[in-house]
Structures are given as structure tokens and as C-alpha cells.
């Protein structure tokens, strides 16, 4: 499943594509049909990104909500020419710029403003918006009893974390992810919120996950970071920092991924 910053760069790449024009849409798989019908033809005014739900406000006043989940993707193809839909595309967006297919989403659906915010009521603060608030994202995770590795994959909590993010803003902080909320200063708290939202703003500039100060890995002049390089415990056998091996522990379902050194329990 995408993590937050990988939302927010499609809502700002499809704005751009599509934002302000009117837009074909259709569905060749079928299943998005009767919404579809609903907004065909009508100026799509902009994309909003939330946490890892993306909202299509349309001049009509309907807004669309799309989520990826695990198996939801995009493929866009610039220009005019629309190509063969490949694969079962749920949603098509076409105008004279591009042709934007959709598949596998969790959730593709046209409804109403009052459907995005009955949505957004249970979403905790997106850390990559200006209008967040973090103090309530704090005071969540400081009466909680929940491990922090948990609290920060909970959606409710604060959202747009995924397990890349959580594994690495709490090794930059120094937490074991099995602390408790309720057991974290709220210095703490408030420096995991500062953390996680710079990287995910990275992730967003960058298009891609790098946690790490690149003065601690010796590139070569001129190469860039491959895959798997970017991060210091995450899908690592040893931490980058200290050498130590990295553990995981299951938290939310998932591995999380620490060092017992850099982050003691």
C-alpha cells in the first residue's frame, strides 16, 4: 500500500495533468460505470490528497474518492491519443493532455462533499497538509496504551504512515516501537510528528523514501542511492548507524523493524 507522500505527489501530478479541463470518464472494466456517467464531460477543478485517500472535486460539486489500497495503481499515458485500456481498468480519466487508467483500487466511488467528510472524520491529522494539527495527533498517542509502533500505522491516530515511515521516524527519535503512548513525554511525541512529517515532504520532493543523512553511506561521486539503500533499519540486517543487527517485532499486523541499541526498550 502507497504511504502518504506517494498520494500527495499523485493529487499534485494529476492536478497538474487535468486540473481545469474537461475530462472524458469511463469505466472499461464496467464496475464504475454508473459513476462514471455522473461526472463524464465535466471540468475537473482539482486533486486533493488526505492521508492515503484521494478526493476529485468536479465543477458539478460531486467529488470523487479513490483509494489505492494494496493493489491499486495508476498508468498514465500523455497526449491525446487514449491507448487500449490494459488490464481491468475500474476508472478512466482522458482530456487532450493524458489519459490516466485506474485498477485494483479498494475504494473508487463518486458521491458528495458530505461523503469526503464523513470519510475525513476518521482520519487522524495528514502531517503533509497545512491545515494539520498535531497537538491532536499528539494528545491520541499520549493516552494511549497502545505501542507507538501501532499508534502509528492507526489511521485514526494520524494519517499517511506506513511501515516504511514508522520503522525509520522511530529510529531517528530513538523509541522502541513496543513503548506505549501513554508511557512517551510528549517532547517526544511531538518531535515523532516533526520527524515523520520532514520525511514525508522528502518522499513527496524526492518522489521516493530516503530517511537517511547521506553522510552516513559512502556513495561513489555522482551515484545515487539504489533501492534499499535510503533507510537505516528498515528491510536492513543491520543497523546503518551502529552495525548492530535490526530485529522486528509484529505491531498493527506487520513487522516493524528496530535497533535494539539505537532505540532500547
Not at 492507526?154 to 531517528?172: I, K, P
Not at 518522489?207 to 561521486?221: F, G, K
Amino acid at each position: 500500500m502507497p504511504e502518504g507522500h506517494t498520494v500527495a505527489r499523485l493529487a499534485k501530478d494529476q492536478t497538474k495533468l487535468l486540473g481545469g479541463r474537461r475530462i472524458e470518464v469511463s469505466s472499461p472494466q464496467g464496475r464504475f460505470a454508473a459513476d462514471a456517467a455522473r461526472i463524464d464531460g465535466r471540468i475537473l477543478t482539482s486533486v486533493e490528497s488526505f492521508g492515503k485517500h484521494l478526493f476529485y472535486h468536479w465543477d458539478s460539486g460531486d467529488v470523487g474518492h479513490v483509494h489505492l489500497g494494496l493493489f491499486g495503481k495508476f498508468r498514465v499515458s500523455l497526449g491525446p491519443d487514449a491507448p487500449e485500456p490494459v488490464g481491468m481498468v475500474r476508472m478512466r480519466l482522458q482530456s487532450d493532455a493524458a489519459t490516466i487508467d485506474l485498477a485494483g483500487p479498494t475504494d473508487c466511488a463518486v458521491g458528495t462533499p458530505d461523503d469526503r467528510a464523513t470519510i475525513l472524520a476518521r482520519l487522524g491529522p495528514d502531517p503533509l497538509r497545512r491545515d494539520a494539527k498535531p497537538a491532536l495527533a499528539v494528545e491520541r498517542m499520549r493516552r494511549s496504551k497502545q505501542p507507538l509502533g501501532a499508534l502509528l500505522l492507526d489511521q485514526s491516530v494520524l494519517c499517511g504512515v506506513g511501515n516504511v515511515y514508522r520503522a525509520e521516524a522511530l529510529f531517528v527519535i530513538g523509541i522502541h516501537p513496543s513503548r506505549a503512548g501513554v508511557d512517551t513525554d510528549p517532547t517526544e511525541l511531538h518531535a515523532l510528528w516533526d520527524t515523520v512529517a520532514g520525511m514525508l515532504r522528502k518522499g513527496v520532493r524526492d518522489n521516493r523514501i530516503v530517511t537517511v543523512d547521506r553522510r552516513h553511506i559512502d556513495l561513489p561521486a555522482g551515484r545515487q542511492l539504489r533501492r534499499g539503500e535510503g533507510t537505516y533499519v528498515y528491510h536492513r540486517d543491520r543497523c546503518l548507524r551502529c552495525d548492530t543487527a535490526v530485529q522486528t517485532v509484529e505491531l498493527a499486523g506487520r513487522p516493524c523493524y528496530f535497533c535494539p541499541v539505537c532505540q532500547p526498550r
